[in-house]
């Protein structure tokens, strides 16, 4: 959107941004359900949600200028760096796995299939979201590591998130990467065991997502992005101190029946929603170098380069 | 000129070609060549032009020289094939099956009331449906290979099929039919000999659509549920961000289909040569 | 006497039109129409001609009353009523050949028995030459003359014949006549023959109908005396051949011009 | 009564199918992960019919149909009918249009968003792509196959070449048009759905995909069900439509 | 002498047929005709009657020579020259009223106008009471006298008409002889008149043409005096009438069985 500075007249419109997200999107679901908990909203900036199937598509759409803001997770994040050579940084986390003990991606099975372990694999069909994802690296990491060979020792097939643990149970796959909601449903439902996370893949917890900020939108609009940020880091904040009216706002935008939710969300169980929004970029870092030594990114990405934290409001 | 005016037979005279006219002839067909794709190098030089332009990233969006570069490189190594055989196995397997399971629907539902009875409605409503997400059940079924994929084109091309032998059948001309009967056609005959036959003109309106439809969901369900084939290459590299490699896949699968519809209209002119739909030719 | 070929009781047949208003084409006719009867009808452009044929062949459905064939009522259209239309409708996508053929692959006649019989309609209608064109390369007579042949070849037991002529010049024609007549008395045939020419009716019918205008019936119902024409090669200058085409003449005028009166009204 | 006797029985198959999704899912004989029982989905659907945010994404959903179809609709009947009666629009449009049919409209539609934005003029232009497709082939093959007599018979009553168009060549191929365009309506209902795939604000599509992939299936059968719904009354309501414009058609008796 | 109307000089058609061999319809046809001449042409089934006629209104290119219209080569159809069809071609989609309109509407009449002329061909052909009746739901004589007020109401300067009257009864023909022999003397006219009826050729045709069989051209080109037929009401007991009527009638038999045995050798 075209958001010229106009003399003092001009400066009090609110900025829009165009922020690209995932589907289902924490901030989404706060955002428009609870605009009340927000500072800044509506005053000093405004959102046009454009959600996505997919970080790829997310990615093109960053790329081409169309929003202004969007999510990012860290493939997507390297190429934006390497091939489209994009000037952007990631200004907050969003999601982090593992950290803390929190929920990571789990690769589970059935109980009674003999699979235990990654080198129980052999001949067998482990389904992941989307294969080239971010999620297919950690299972291959995983077999790798443990001597086997993905596409000869194991077949690796898609399946879409929520599907996947049917498929396991109906035999048609023998592991299948299950995120939340999923997990706890699955869990409830018994019979399905955890065979390893993507911490144990990457060696390492690390942010899941975060959300990236073209640099001309960064220099032109520096107090709006900050407010934003500063709204978004209140939602969390919020989420965690009323847990139980963010289920329900969340539960309203996503339809995710209640009592899954409380079940998982913004628990332990579940990835970890950061009050404060620091990247972690240590942690990113040496996801990269696992991707470098494994063979899946020919060279390495510094990550620190794209990450700016300076948005994040001072300690409350 | 106008291609319907004339609607005369073609000209007669046709002398022998002396050797200095025939490399004239042979100039003119390359110009007419040049001259028939003109909207193609149009099209590719605004694309090009564009890309280059500075208004796009060029990362994002390539020129089209790249984009044909990287096709020619696939090409070359022939990597491209193997998924290129894929995807036109999905395409063209569920089409054939949806093509004899629907015309003899179609027809069927054309001329008798009791199968338009049950099935027009079901087609009405089953043809809007959005077949895509069903593919996560066609895929716990029957699998996360072919299977899966033959099917769901098989189930999205049987639509336009029976609808358009359907309404077909149901515009036979009635004397057609009356002829026929008062000469003892009855049931199937009738319906081979003559519902058939005269229906072939939308039939095949019918395949020339459900040929195209076959091509892009064979794709889209490659793009969807992986497996691969070309629609798996094209999101595979659109989300490595290699953009010049998923245009490629994107030529491939309209080049593939423009050779097969070509050959579909072929064969409308080698069926249909007694309709008159074959005299403007 | 039940002995009647074609029986037809008490026919109506209203048409409904766009707009919703209705066409009555034909009003309470009856006819009885014994084996081996040459019916010839003649009337006003749009009595009912055609459509009394429809009904006959089991294609539309009286809105009132029935036919009979062979005292069983027709419910739809079969193989012993064959049909020459007045739009002559050939298979587009056969050849004149096929057309022809058509009838007996139906009745499951051998390919080599087909072909041959075939062959003597072609002679028969002088189309030589032509067995490969397909319709559309035809003109309107030679069509004329296929359809034609495609219903002869079958040989039903009844033939229903709409201005099955119209479209060959005079010479052509008489041919045909002769043709037609000859295979009448060959095969003991029952014909329902509905032409525009007054004289061409006498010289084939063996019995001549008049009907009214729309709302058709029967106006006039005239034996013909076989001799009277067929016998003799210059029986038009016949005097009895001449009054009775003045009285049937005379009759269709009356029609034609008490419609435009009704109409006009 | 007799209405409502004629009702069921035209609806049976309907019903029937309704009942036997219910007959197969109420025992869980097929997973609720991959589709949810009926009366799941009913319910779901009176809970989003009863939240007016709902009807926004309806409105925004439908309304990219009709204007996709309806551009769809203009530019294939004119398509169809210029490449078969002009051939030098034959020359010039066929190679691109021909090669641009098997394009998978959803692949593209990143390179929609580059061009036309994220809004509603990359979605529209999915649907009027994917429509077209079907009209502009009945459209063409209908115009080589009208009968030569009425283009002769017009011509020489004085109607020049380009009224002929209008005045014999779109008539005489309005009945095979028709079906076209009956294909068409339907595939702008599921390309509504991929339309909304990769990218959205609103729409029907866009809560299609977002209620899927966080697994609340009732809700996504229920949008599912809706679009269905909508897109099978419009065919009702085409159908009636073309009843009337065809008066005058000769259709083929039962 | 240039004043001729329609001059066809040595035209030849042949159309490819399926199969790759050629069927010549038209052998080297010439004639003028002047303007206001009622030309009919009579010939056996399939000579090329219909083709001539098409190659006259412009829809088919000879194969050699060509046609000049007021001295001007034809290259393609125009108003000047109105056409009626051997299977009167109707538009479907438009009633019987706005058929008879359409070329009043491209000449850009006044609605009004166009009505009321329209009212008046109605009456002319008998049609009253289908204005709003679509062609298919007409009889095969009422669709072709619709087809016959369409290109009336265009006034052309010539018309070509084929077989117009074939699927008339005797009388409504009679009555639409009359009226185009009217419309005829009232506009002058130019007339080339397809037709199968020796009789109405003569009594019709200022100059009766016989044309060959297959390969059509002319065999007989015969003046016709105007008194001969036209105004008696007996002309068919007339002498010379009848003396004409045989000689046309001999020429197209000598036709019809010379083709017979071309065909048969
Ligand atoms: N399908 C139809 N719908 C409505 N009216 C019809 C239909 N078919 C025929 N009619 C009407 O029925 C009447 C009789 O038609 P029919 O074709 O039987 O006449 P006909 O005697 O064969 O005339 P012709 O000698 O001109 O062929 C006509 O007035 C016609 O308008
Ligand atoms: N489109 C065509 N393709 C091939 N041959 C054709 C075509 N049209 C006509 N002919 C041939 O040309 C010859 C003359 O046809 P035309 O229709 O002019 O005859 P006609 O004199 O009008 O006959 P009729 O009195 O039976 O209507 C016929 O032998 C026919 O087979
Ligand atoms: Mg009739
Ligand atoms: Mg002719």
């Given at each position: 959107a075209g958001h010229w500075g106009f003399g003092v007249a001009q400066a009090a419109e609110p900025v829009t941004f165009r922020i690209g997200t995932a589907i289902p999107d924490y901030a989404y679901a706060f955002f428009t359900e609870r605009p009340d908990i927000l500072k800044h909203y509506g005053k000093s900036y405004k959102i046009e949600w454009v959600k996505f199937t997919g970080s790829g598509g997310a990615l093109s759409a960053f790329a081409a200028k169309k929003v202004d803001l969007s999510i990012m997770t860290i493939l997507p994040l390297i190429n934006a760096a390497t091939k489209y050579r994009l000037d952007f940084k990631v200004i907050h986390s969003q999601q982090d796995h593992g950290v803390d003990g929190h929920f990571a991606t789990t690769f589970m099975a059935r109980a009674d299939s003999g699979v235990r372990r990654a080198e129980d694999l052999k001949g067998k069909i482990a389904g992941v979201n989307v294969r080239g994802g971010v999620l297919d690296l950690a299972l291959r990491i995983m077999l790798m590591k443990h001597g086997l060979k993905p596409d000869s020792d194991v077949t690796i097939v898609e399946g879409q998130f929520p599907h996947l643990g049917a498929m396991i149970r109906d035999k048609k796959i023998d592991l299948g990467s299950i995120i939340q909601p999923f997990y706890s449903r699955e869990q409830k439902k018994g019979g399905l065991i955890d065979v390893f996370t993507t911490v144990d893949a990457f060696e390492t917890a690390q942010p899941l997502s975060f959300r990236a900020a073209h640099g001309s939108v960064l220099k032109e609009h520096a107090a709006a992005v900050r407010d934003y940020v500063d709204d978004y880091l209140r939602t969390i904040a919020w989420g965690h101190d009323h847990r139980e009216e963010a289920v329900r706002a969340y539960s309203k935008t996503w339809k995710i029946p209640e009592e899954t939710l409380m079940d998982y969300f913004l628990t332990k169980k579940d990835t970890l929603y950061r009050?404060?929004?620091?990247?972690?970029v240590t942690l990113l870092q040496k996801v990269v170098e696992t991707l470098v030594r494994t063979g899946f990114l020919k060279e390495s990405v510094d990550v620190s380069k794209y990450v700016d934290l300076s948005f994040l409001p001072a300690k409350r | 000129m106008a291609q319907g005016k004339p609607r005369v037979d073609v000209d007669m005279a046709s002398g022998s070609r002396e050797p200095a006219a025939r490399r004239w002839a042979a100039l003119r067909w390359l110009a007419a060549g040049v001259a028939h794709y003109f909207s193609v190098l149009l099209f590719f030089g605004l694309w090009e032009f564009v890309a280059r332009s500075g208004w796009v990233n060029p990362w994002v969006f390539p020129p089209v020289t790249v984009s044909l570069a990287e096709w020619g490189r696939s090409l070359a190594t022939g990597d491209i094939f193997h998924p290129m055989g894929l995807t036109l196995l999905r395409a063209l397997g569920g089409l054939t099956m949806a093509l004899g399971v629907g015309i003899t629907l179609g027809l069927l539902m054309g001329r008798y009331r009791l199968v338009e009875w049950f099935f027009e409605p079901l087609i009405a409503i089953g043809f809007p449906a959005p077949k895509i997400a069903f593919l996560p059940l066609f895929v716990l079924w029957f699998g996360f290979f072919n299977t899966a994929k033959v099917l769901i084109v098989f189930t999205s091309c049987i639509f336009p099929l029976t609808l358009y032998a359907y309404h077909g059948a149901r515009s036979v001309d009635r004397f057609y039919l009356w002829s026929a009967l008062s000469k003892g056609s009855r049931g199937f005959a009738l319906l081979r000999k003559v519902v058939l036959p005269a229906a072939l003109p939308h039939i095949f309106d019918g395949f020339q659509v459900a040929l195209i439809v076959s091509f892009i969901v064979a794709f889209v369900a490659e793009m969807v549920t992986g497996g691969g084939g070309l629609g798996f290459e094209m999101i595979k590299a659109a989300q490595d961000a290699e953009t010049p490699r998923a245009f490629a896949m994107l030529f491939t699968i309209s080049l593939l289909g423009y050779g097969t519809i070509k050959l579909a209209e072929w064969l409308r002119a080698l069926l249909l040569f007694w309709h008159i739909e074959h005299e403007a030719h | 006497m039940n002995s009647a070929k074609v029986e037809i009781r008490d026919v109506t047949k209203a048409f409904r039109s766009t707009g919703g208003s209705q066409v009555t084409a034909l009003a309470g006719i009856s006819l009885r129409i014994p084996e081996n009867e040459f019916l010839t009808v003649v009337g006003p452009s749009g009595c009912g001609k055609s459509t009394l044929l429809y009904i006959i062949g089991g294609f539309l459905k009286a809105t009132r009353g029935e036919v009979l064939v062979n005292g069983v009522p027709v419910t739809g259209p079969g193989a012993d009523r064959g049909i020459v239309f007045q739009k002559y409708s050939l298979f587009p996508w056969r050849t004149v050949m096929q057309n022809i053929t058509y009838g007996l692959e139906e009745q499951g006649v051998p390919r080599a028995e087909r072909q041959e019989i075939a062959r003597s309609y072609l002679r028969l209608m002088r189309?030589?030459?032509?067995?490969?064109?397909?319709?559309?390369?035809?003109s309107g007579g030679m069509q004329q003359r296929v359809a034609l042949a495609q219903t002869l070849a079958c040989e039903p037991d009844i033939i229903l014949m709409d201005e099955p002529f119209g479209a060959l010049d005079a010479q052509t024609r008489k041919l045909m006549q002769v043709e037609l007549l000859r295979l009448w008395e060959q095969r003991r045939t029952t014909i329902i023959f509905v032409t525009h020419d007054v004289e061409e009716a006498i010289y084939l019918g063996t019995r001549v109908i008049v009907m009214t205008a729309r709302p058709g019936t029967v106006k006039h119902d005239e034996p013909i005396a076989l001799n009277i024409a067929r016998d003799k090669e210059d029986y038009m200058l016949n005097r009895a051949f001449m009054e009775l085409k003045m009285r049937i003449w005379l009759n269709v005028k009356e029609e034609v011009e008490r419609y435009g009166e009704v109409a006009r009204s | 009564m007799p209405a409502l006797r004629k009702i069921v029985v035209r609806f049976l198959p309907l019903l029937l199918v309704f009942g036997a999704w219910e007959a197969l899912t109420a025992p869980r004989l097929i997973p609720e992960d991959f589709i949810p029982r009926f009366a799941h989905v009913l319910r779901a659907l009176g809970d989003l019919l009863s939240s007016a945010e709902f009807y926004g994404h309806a409105a925004a959903s439908f309304s990219r149909v009709f204007i996709g179809l309806t551009i769809s609709i203009i530019a294939g009947v004119a398509l169809g009918i210029g490449m078969a009666w002009y051939r030098w629009v034959k020359r010039f449009c066929e190679p691109l249009v021909v090669l641009s049919y098997p394009i998978p409209k959803p692949a593209i539609i990143p390179v929609f968003i580059i061009w036309l934005?994220?809004?509603d003029l990359s979605k529209i232009a999915v649907i009027a792509l994917g429509c077209v497709v079907p009209i502009i082939i009945s459209s063409y093959n209908a115009t080589l196959s009208v009968d030569r007599y009425l283009v002769w018979s017009a011509l020489s009553k004085g109607t020049s070449e380009r009224r002929l168009l209008r005045k014999v060549i779109f008539p005489a191929s309005l009945p095979r048009i028709a079906v076209a365009i009956r294909v068409a309506i339907a595939v702008a209902f599921i390309l509504l759905v991929s339309s909304e795939f990769?990218?959205?604000?609103?729409g029907l599509g866009y809560l299609t995909f977002s209620y899927g992939s966080v697994g609340s299936n009732d809700y996504m059968f229920a949008t599912i069900f809706l679009i269905v719904a909508v897109g099978f009354s419009a065919d009702r309501g085409y159908a009636a439509v073309m009843q009337r414009v065809l008066a005058w058609h000769e259709f083929g008796e039962l």
């Open positions: 009050r404060d929004g620091v990247v972690d | - | 189309l030589e030459g032509f067995e490969r064109a397909y319709p559309r390369a035809l | 934005g994220i809004g990769i990218a959205a604000n609103t």
